[in-house]
């Protein structure tokens, strides 16, 4: 699906939706691949929060912008690897629109054709801390979570270029609601993770980041990213898109100035995510933290605030676990009584990405313990998914197109540059793994022949964390892990 242009925003004060609530929230709870809404948002005041609106609302107030290279390279521009100023929204348009008076803001030192700026992650909540009627723009009780508002929601504003890493969401599945301006989605779905590279370097509780730059992919490093099924749309202003539960996404800034609204909807499944990370966050910060720093190795993402202590993250395994088993108990007791409606539950908001922007503690975080999306809501019960000009599959790209354009004939002439090289394991005996006795060369600087490899370096503390903590490990060990605790 090359975008969603199909549908659009409902005339301005037409009331009526395609999909009634409850309808709504049995696709978001059910649906396992992408997909645009489109008209049921057409009444959203929200719909009027453009930058203009945003800086008069704000008035001065200053906020935090990433700033990165238009220039692409093979690594993704991690957080980590930007820089940060804090502008008002009234600085970043005229920066935006090239007007002389940013040669002596905070926008300076950055020429708006060669980098970008990214205010994300903005937790709505906290910029309109003072204007708490503000929320109320933003409708997700029209997809069915009555109570929902701007209070549970982020906002995300950028110029053209502006873009988030490739990576995945450890909890619940995800709405986007577009306002202004264009942005680009390539999606995978959960089955490609092997195929991305996952790494937790750097580490941020709730994200997997992929080690592949999915605009400008280094097919020599990482010659599995060809096998990858990218789902790409463009979606457009009054559009919300359904990222479902653990699929891969990179979004990109299109249009010079975009606006996105997001809320991360909590599912059951969120509980033994909660294990998985906090056993993932203990085994990255005692391996992290017992390494020599290095200016060169900024492992912590700027969204996280300190490295927590061993002992704060060993308490926050035990809440998660604490909290795994009093869902499952919950859930137990609930099937014995009669089931009460889905509209009846209250959600609460999401934990992504609010350690650093609410005081968030790993000692005194609060784990839900509400369902989210029983069993009650899942595909059995609801059969037919209503696909057509109000819902739109974000479809797989044609098998000869890679998410970024190149034919699959492309990439197997990156791989004939490299010599048909294998990229398999290296073939070494077990004196060869020990030491070369002929030339006392390590065996990972060896080559399958036995000649010296000049271009292989030694493995690194973030090479085998990307192995010990790589998603599927990590499943395995909570499964051990709750099955011990439940004993």
């Not at 577009?178 to 941020?204: A, C, M, N």
């Not at 390494?291 to 927590?308: F, G, H, K, Q, R």
């Not at 479809?395 to 004939?409: D, H, I, N």
Request: glycine share 6%; hydrophobic share 35%; charged share 20%.
């Amino acid at each position: 699906m090359a975008g969603a242009e199909s549908g659009g925003p409902a005339a301005p004060g037409e009331d009526v939706k395609p999909f009634t609530p409850e309808t709504a929230k049995e696709i978001v709870m059910s649906l396992q691949q992408p997909a645009v809404f489109c008209n049921m948002v057409g009444n959203w005041p929200a719909l009027h929060w453009n930058v203009k609106f945003l800086s008069a609302v704000l008035d001065g107030k200053t906020i935090e912008f990433r700033i990165g290279s238009k220039t692409m390279d093979l690594v993704p521009q991690f957080e980590t690897r930007c820089s940060y100023v804090k502008a008002t929204l009234e600085e970043f348009l005229a920066w935006s629109s090239g007007q002389p008076s940013c040669l002596s803001g905070p926008f300076s030192c950055f020429e708006y054709s060669k980098y970008w700026a990214y205010a994300d992650y903005k937790y709505i909540a906290r910029i309109f801390e003072d204007k708490a009627e503000i929320f109320q723009d933003i409708r997700w009780s029209d997809f069915g979570f009555p109570g929902r508002s701007g209070k549970e929601s982020t906002l995300w504003i950028g110029s053209e270029g502006a873009n988030t890493p490739c990576h995945l969401d450890s909890y619940g599945c995800n709405l986007v609601l577009q306002v202004q301006g264009r942005k680009k989605w390539h999606l995978f779905p959960p089955g490609d993770t092997s195929f991305l590279y996952p790494t937790r370097i750097p580490y941020e509780e709730s994200s997997v980041f992929s080690k592949v730059n999915v605009a400008k992919p280094d097919l020599k490093r990482f010659p599995e990213f060809k096998n990858t099924t990218a789902h790409v749309v463009t979606l457009s202003p009054g559009q919300v898109l359904l990222v479902p539960r653990h699929w891969w996404h990179y979004v990109e800034s299109i249009d010079p100035i975009t606006i996105s609204i997001n809320s991360w909807i909590e599912l059951d499944a969120d509980h033994e995510a909660r294990v998985e990370e906090a056993i993932t966050r203990t085994l990255v910060c005692a391996i992290k933290s017992a390494e020599s720093p290095s200016d060169e190795d900024i492992w912590l993402n700027p969204t996280e605030v300190e490295a927590t202590s061993h002992e704060i993250n060993l308490q926050y395994l035990n809440k998660a676990v604490s909290a795994y088993f009093k869902c499952q108990k919950a859930s137990v007791s609930e099937q014995t009584r009669p089931s009460s409606t889905e509209a009846e539950r209250v959600t609460s908001p999401s934990h992504k990405r609010r350690k650093k922007q609410v005081g968030w503690e790993p000692g005194g975080h609060k784990l839900l313990t509400h369902e989210f999306g029983s069993s009650t809501l899942k595909a059995e019960k609801f059969q037919k998914i209503p696909f057509g000009p109000h819902l739109i599959q974000v479809l797989p790209q044609p098998q000869e197109t890679s998410s970024t354009g190149a034919g699959k004939s492309d990439y197997r002439d990156l791989l004939h540059e490299n010599g048909g090289r294998h990229f398999g394991k290296l073939h070494c005996t077990r004196k060869q793994l020990a030491m070369s006795n002929d030339c006392e060369t390590p065996a990972n600087q060896m080559d399958s022949d036995g000649s010296p490899n000049t271009s292989q370096t030694a493995l690194s503390t973030n090479d085998l964390l990307d192995c010990l903590v790589n998603p599927h490990v990590i499943s395995l060990v909570a499964q051990l892990l709750l099955e011990r605790a439940g004993v």
